[in-house]
C-alpha cells in the first residue's frame, strides 16, 4: 500500500513540474516578422525596355581583348577576391556546424580511477562486510574501469537549432553573393581603370602632335622677329607655351605609370607595362546598353540579394531566439562495461552498464537574458529590413543616374565634335594669318590653346561615355556570371 501511495506522489510531483514549466512557457512574447515595402516603381522615367544587359556575360560585353585578358586574370589572382573566398569557407563551414546541433552528439572513450573510502561510510561499510564470493574480497583501494559511449541529444521541438542552421545557410548563400558583388565591383575597377589608361594615350599623342605644331608657329615667330615684324615678347610668349606643354608629357606620363600600376595591382601582379591599344578609344561602342525593368534588379544585383537573404535570416534568428523562452528535452544515454577489475571489465552481462535520463527544462531565472536576446534579434531583423530598403533603392538611384548620364554624354560628345573640327580649322587660318601679317601673334596663341584643351575634352568625354557604360552595366548587376 505504501508503494502505491509514493508512486502515486510521484506521478503528482511530475505532473506538477511539467504544469510549472509549460506554465512558464505561456508568457512568451508575440512573434514579430517584418516584411520590407513592395513600393518598386515598375520602369524607369517609363521606358518600356524588358531586355537587362546584366544578362550579357561580361566575356562578351567587353570586346578588347587585352581588356579580357585582364579580367580573367584578376579573376583569378585579386587578392582581395581571394580573402572573400576564404570567408565564403568559413560561412560554409558555420552552416555545417548548425546542422550538428541538432543531431545526436556521441562520445566514445576509456576511464580508469582508484578510490579508497573510509570503513565507517556507506560505502566503506559494503566493501569491507559484503565480499564477492568466499574466496575474494573487494579490493582496497577500490579501482574503477571503464570503456564505453555516452550520447546526448537535445530535442528540437521548437525548431531553435534548425532555425539557426538555416540562417547560418542563408548567410553563407549571402556571402556567396557578396563574393559575385565583389566581382561585378573588380571588373567595373579594371574596364575603367583601362579605359582611363587608352584616354591618356590618346591624350599624350594628342600632346606631342600639338607641341611640334607650337614649335613650328615659335620658328615662324623667330623670323618675323628677325623681321622685324614683332617684338621679342611674342617669341617668349611662345616659347613658354611650348614648355608648359613639354612640362604637361611628364604629368601625363606620370599618370600613365600610376594607372597601369593600379591595373597590376587590381590584376595581382608587380609592376609591369599593360598591353593595350591606344587606337581602340575611338573604335570601342559607346552604344546605350538594354537597361531593363527594376523588378531584374533583384535577380541580378548581388548587393540586393545578400540584402535579402541575409533579412530572410534575420527572421529565423527571431524565431530562434523566441524558442529560448520554450522548454527544452534533452536525453542522455551510455552504454559500455564498468568494473574493478580489468579481467572481469569485458564479463558480459555482468559487467554491462547502462543507462538512460531525460531532462526537460524551462528558464525561469534568467528570463530577462532572453528577453534581451529576443528584442536584440528583433532590433537587428528591423536594421536588416532597413539595409535591404536601402540597397533596393541605392541600385534604382544608381541604374536611373546612369541613364541620364549616357544620354547627357552622347550629345556632350556630338557638340564637342563640331568645336574641335571648328578649332582644328582655325589653327591653320590664324597661322596662314599670322604669316600674312593680318593677324596677331596672341590670336595664333590663344586659337591653339584653345584647339589644345577641346580636343583634350573630346578625350575625356569618350572616356566618360565608356566609364558610364561599364557604371550601367554594373549598377543593372552584370559582370559576375
Not at 6 to 26: E, K, V
Not at 40 to 50: C, F, K
Not at 321 to 326: E, K, N, P, Q, V
Amino acid at each position: 500500500m505504501r508503494t502505491v501511495t509514493m508512486d502515486i506522489r510521484t506521478t503528482y510531483l511530475i505532473a506538477t513540474g511539467c504544469l510549472i514549466i509549460f506554465g512558464l512557457s505561456s508568457c512568451v512574447p508575440a512573434l514579430k516578422v517584418q516584411e520590407p515595402r513592395n513600393d518598386l516603381p515598375a520602369t524607369y522615367a517609363g521606358s518600356t525596355d524588358t531586355t537587362d544587359g546584366a544578362s550579357v556575360p561580361c566575356s562578351q560585353f567587353f570586346a578588347d581583348p587585352y581588356l579580357r585578358a585582364l579580367i580573367d586574370t584578376a579573376l583569378d589572382n585579386n587578392q582581395e577576391l581571394n580573402i572573400m573566398l576564404q570567408e565564403i569557407e568559413i560561412a560554409r563551414n558555420e552552416a555545417r556546424a548548425r546542422k550538428g546541433e541538432y543531431l545526436p552528439f556521441v562520445d566514445i572513450g576509456a576511464a580508469a580511477e582508484v578510490e579508497k573510502v573510509g570503513e565507517y561510510t556507506r560505502n566503506g561499510s559494503v566493501e569491507h562486510n559484503l565480499p564477492i564470493s568466499e574466496e575474494k574480497a573487494f579490493p582496497d583501494p577500490l579501482p574503477n574501469l571503464m570503456i564505453g559511449a555516452t550520447a546526448t541529444w537535445e530535442i528540437d521541438i521548437w525548431r531553435k537549432l534548425r532555425n539557426a542552421k538555416k540562417a547560418a545557410t542563408l548567410r553563407y548563400l549571402g556571402s556567396v553573393e557578396g563574393r559575385n558583388f565583389m566581382v561585378t565591383r573588380l571588373v567595373a575597377e579594371i574596364a575603367s581603370s583601362y579605359y582611363e589608361l587608352v584616354a591618356l594615350d590618346n591624350q599624350l599623342q594628342i600632346l606631342r602632335s600639338n607641341i611640334a605644331i607650337q614649335q613650328d608657329a615659335l620658328d615662324v615667330v623667330k623670323l618675323q622677329k628677325q623681321a622685324a615684324k614683332v617684338t621679342e615678347l611674342a617669341v617668349r610668349r611662345f616659347e613658354a607655351e611650348v614648355l608648359k606643354n613639354r612640362s604637361m608629357l611628364y604629368d601625363i606620363q606620370q599618370r600613365i605609370v600610376e594607372t597601369e600600376n593600379r591595373i597590376n595591382y587590381l590584376v595581382g601582379r608587380y609592376p609591369q607595362p599593360v598591353l593595350r591599344d591606344p587606337q581602340a578609344l575611338a573604335q570601342l561602342s559607346t552604344e546605350p546598353i538594354p537597361f531593363g525593368t527594376p523588378v531584374q534588379l533583384l535577380t541580378y544585383r548581388p548587393d540586393v540579394r545578400q540584402a535579402e537573404l541575409e533579412l530572410e535570416a534575420s527572421k529565423l534568428d527571431v524565431r530562434s531566439a523566441r524558442a529560448s523562452f520554450y522548454p527544452s528535452l534533452r536525453l542522455t544515454a551510455g552504454a559500455g562495461f564498468n568494473a574493478f577489475d580489468a579481467s572481469l571489465l569485458l564479463e558480459s552481462p555482468a559487467s554491462l552498464a547502462y543507462g538512460l535520463a531525460g531532462d526537460l527544462m524551462a528558464p525561469l531565472v534568467n528570463r530577462n537574458a532572453i528577453r534581451a536576446a529576443y528584442a536584440s534579434a528583433n532590433a537587428r531583423q528591423q536594421q536588416a529590413l532597413f539595409e535591404y530598403e536601402r540597397t533596393l533603392l541605392k541600385a534604382f538611384v544608381d541604374v536611373s543616374n546612369q541613364l541620364a548620364n549616357i544620354n547627357n554624354l552622347a550629345e556632350s560628345y556630338n557638340m564637342r565634335e563640331q568645336q574641335v573640327d571648328a578649332l582644328s580649322g582655325s589653327i591653320t587660318i590664324s597661322t596662314n594669318l599670322f604669316r600674312s601679317a593680318r593677324a596677331d601673334y596672341m590670336e595664333v596663341l590663344l586659337t591653339q590653346r584653345d584647339a589644345l584643351e577641346s580636343r583634350f575634352e573630346l578625350v575625356e568625354t569618350r572616356l566618360q561615355q565608356l566609364m558610364a557604360r561599364v557604371n550601367m552595366y554594373q549598377a543593372l548587376g552584370g559582370g559576375w556570371q
